[in-house]
């Protein structure tokens, strides 16, 4: 029994031994193929797993066989794609990294710091997506760095905007639509044209420009009409019942949402299920659906015990949820969805802290490090120039970082200065008139009073935000000239007309800014018409030379105290 025990071991042993010789020998056959040949065969429709790895295997050992470690690391490539399952050749990125860093390819190692970025932020580790976001903008260089470029670019708009920093998100996810719109990539049906189109309009709805969100909206559903099956008319779909909902048209808001969401969940995409389940509990609360609202903020809390993940602007769900148990009396389930809420919090401070500061420091001016690099690198080479062309590279140093400090100095004392305004019941003082032993000279005491009595019920009124008002026609209301009317204003206003109507208005628009919050939906364009200016320029200028700060900053943290 013994015997024929060993004897079948024995066999077992020699089938495995010429069966690796076989592979071996398939490998060898196979190496001697040039890589082209390889890779037509690795791509070949219907391989199995097995075939691929043999391919893999062929394409190393060639590559290994005539030392180019440019085909190894494209192997390696392979042998990602072969696998599946990333978790189990995740590790070959570094190696592909180590391989590369010193090949000075255009390829390489950026697009592997790229591809490693990507996993991690679908992991929701946005720590070390950004750290290799970094890493692959610093290496980006060759024929293929505009398209890297604009993928780091994409993926780093999503991250910003992940984080609520929405201006910053705009301002990239611009200049990726602009480069799928030149390289015609909405005329391919490109996946890229339309996840860049969908960013943008979400940028947009973020930042309150509803107008501008609404239109690129609207060109989603129009280039992907219901009848293509593409997910991509439901997730536009799903964008547009949110901004009915940031319009008020909750019923129609209620529509859109609940018919996109069945579809939506089909690809499983948690983050946009969770926007979805959010804003469909926010319509329901509007329409006085109480309960209704309350199982689709449940519906985000399930998600995030799931996947561990939520982004800031779903949060308020929670708060939603403990209000509605607060006032049904069930201090239990008030009790559960508060700890969940501090947990949420604890989770949002550690994933979104070092992200926020590291997006400011490194981010917000890529082009500093890859620029202060070089620099370097430039003077080290150029020792034996003339010292003129030395101070003209540090002086290029010192402006960039000078510009990055001013950056940052400038963001500070934004904040602070909001902050300081906030607090002040009324935020600016006004100028107390002095005390004048005489009146404006050639004045009638009679008009005088009169004048200043009027010029009292004109700012009671507001009707300094008429646009067309001037010094003669508001002097003709008063029954006056424009000559009294203006020694008035400039004795005891102490500026001349137009600072005093400009100040008027600014200050009648901060008021109503804080104030009314359907005010801060308008463009500023609208807001400047609204109080009386002609331009969106001038608003800004003036306010900014009033308050120390422009009115889109202004309006921006009003909306994150509501």
Request: hydrophobic share 35%.
């Amino acid at each position: 029994m013994l015997a024929r025990k060993n004897i079948n071991i024995f066999v077992l042993l020699v089938f495995i031994s010429q069966s690796l010789l076989s592979q071996e020998r398939a490998i060898d056959s196979l190496s001697n193929l040039d890589y082209q040949e390889l890779q037509q065969l690795f791509f070949k429709p219907g391989n199995d797993s097995l075939l691929n790895h043999t391919y893999f295997k062929a394409y190393l050992h060639k590559a290994r066989k005539e030392n180019d470690s440019l085909e190894i690391v494209k192997s390696y490539y392979l042998r990602i794609i072969s696998k599946g399952d990333i978790e189990d050749v995740f590790h070959l990125y570094d190696t592909i990294i180590e391989i590369s860093k010193n090949l000075k390819n255009e390829n390489f190692p950026a697009t592997a710091y790229f591809d490693k970025g990507v996993i991690y932020h679908r992991k929701y580790l946005y720590k070390n997506a950004l750290d290799n976001y970094i890493k692959a903008a610093y290496y980006n260089h060759g024929s293929r760095k505009e398209h890297l470029e604009f993928l780091i670019n994409q993926s780093l708009g999503q991250l910003k905007s992940t984080i609520d920093k929405n201006q910053e998100a705009l301002t990239i996810t611009k200049k990726c639509y602009k480069y799928v719109v030149e390289k015609n990539y909405r005329d391919e049906n490109s996946p890229l044209y339309y996840n860049v189109l969908f960013s943008l309009a979400d940028a947009y709805r973020k930042m309150n420009y509803l107008d501008s969100a609404r239109v690129y909206t609207r060109l989603g559903l129009l280039d992907k009409n219901e009848s293509d099956t593409s997910i991509n008319y439901y997730h536009f779909l799903l964008l547009d019942g949110i901004l009915k909902l940031q319009n008020q048209e909750y019923v129609e808001a209620e529509i859109n949402i609940a018919r996109a969401l069945p579809y939506i969940e089909k690809i499983q995409d948690q983050t946009t299920i969770t926007s979805g389940y959010f804003y469909l509990g926010k319509a329901y609360s509007y329409l006085q659906n109480e309960k209704k609202s309350i199982l689709n903020y449940k519906k985000v809390d399930s998600i995030f015990q799931k996947t561990n993940n939520i982004s800031p602007e779903f949060t308020s769900a929670y708060q939603q949820i403990i209000k509605y148990y607060k006032k049904e009396g069930d201090i239990e389930e008030q009790l559960t969805y508060t700890g969940k809420l501090i947990q949420v919090d604890s989770i949002l401070d550690n994933r979104y802290k070092y992200v926020n500061q590291e997006i400011t420091n490194k981010l917000d001016i890529p082009s500093l490090i890859s620029s202060k690099e070089q620099l370097i690198q430039q003077l080290q080479l150029d020792k034996k120039k003339s010292n003129t062309s030395t101070i003209i590279l540090l002086l290029v140093i010192s402006g960039i970082i000078g510009v990055s400090a001013y950056q940052y100095k400038k963001k500070t004392f934004y904040k602070k200065r909001f902050k300081e305004l906030i607090k002040t019941e009324k935020p600016k003082e006004k100028i107390t008139p002095k005390i004048f032993d005489t009146s404006p000279p050639d004045i009638p005491k009679e008009i005088l009073d009169m004048l200043l009595i009027k010029l009292s019920d004109f700012e009671v009124a507001h009707s300094y935000i008429d646009s067309k008002i001037t010094l003669h026609s508001l002097a003709s209301k008063m029954n006056t000239n424009s000559n009294y009317l203006s020694k008035v204003i400039n004795h005891y206003k102490q500026k001349s007309f137009a600072t005093y109507i400009k100040e008027l208005r600014i200050e009648y628009a901060f008021n109503q800014l804080k104030s009314q919050s359907k005010l801060r939906r308008f463009t500023i364009k609208a807001i400047a018409e609204e109080c009386g200016f002609k331009s969106a320029e001038s608003f800004s200028k003036t306010f900014y030379k009033v308050y120390s700060i422009y009115p889109s900053y202004f309006i921006k943290k009003l909306n994150k105290l509501d």
